[in-house]
């Protein structure tokens, strides 16, 4: 018996909807990548681009630590010299809540063409709408650790 390579006809690719608000953004991160990646799929191969489309609404009311939004930075180089900036996660959340997710999830997909083309399926937007209705999206629901903590 071979082993199983998936052809282009035999992907079938589904739209899901990750609401973020009140979840922690790693946690969100982690879910995302897999559904991305494709790796809840049986046809998964590490060298295919078989995932999922991905949307996540509600991205700046993540749950993110007081300590957390002040010590995380985050660095870019324009590629001058002299051209380091950098900013806190807190100033981040506050310009552009959606970059924050879209950074901490392409960190976790391959990096080269694959990853590329995988960060290309996600779509994250601050508030709590999202232009992609006419694809059907399934909710793809992520329990809270803290709520099972709590209960």
């Given at each position: 018996m071979g082993t199983y390579q998936p052809k282009a006809s035999d992907i079938v690719r589904e739209w899901h909807v990750i609401?973020?608000?009140?979840?922690?953004?790693?946690?969100?991160?982690?879910?995302?990548?897999?559904?991305?990646?494709g790796k809840h799929k049986p046809t998964w191969v590490p060298h295919m681009d078989v995932g999922d489309n991905v949307i996540i609404i509600n991205a700046a009311l993540l749950d993110i630590s007081i300590r957390k939004s002040n010590d995380k930075n985050y660095y870019f180089h324009s590629g001058y010299p002299g051209g380091l900036r950098s900013a806190t996660l807190g100033e981040m959340m506050v310009k552009n809540p959606a970059k924050v997710?879209?950074?901490s999830i392409s960190g976790m997909l391959p990096h080269g063409r694959l990853g590329r083309a995988m960060i290309k399926k996600l779509h994250v937007y601050a508030g709590d709408t999202h232009p992609h209705e006419a694809q059907q999206p399934k909710p793809f629901v992520i329990s809270s650790k803290k709520e099972t903590a709590n209960a």
């Open positions: 609401d973020a608000k009140d979840l922690v953004l790693g946690h969100v991160s982690t879910q995302a990548a897999h559904l991305l990646r997710l879209e950074l």
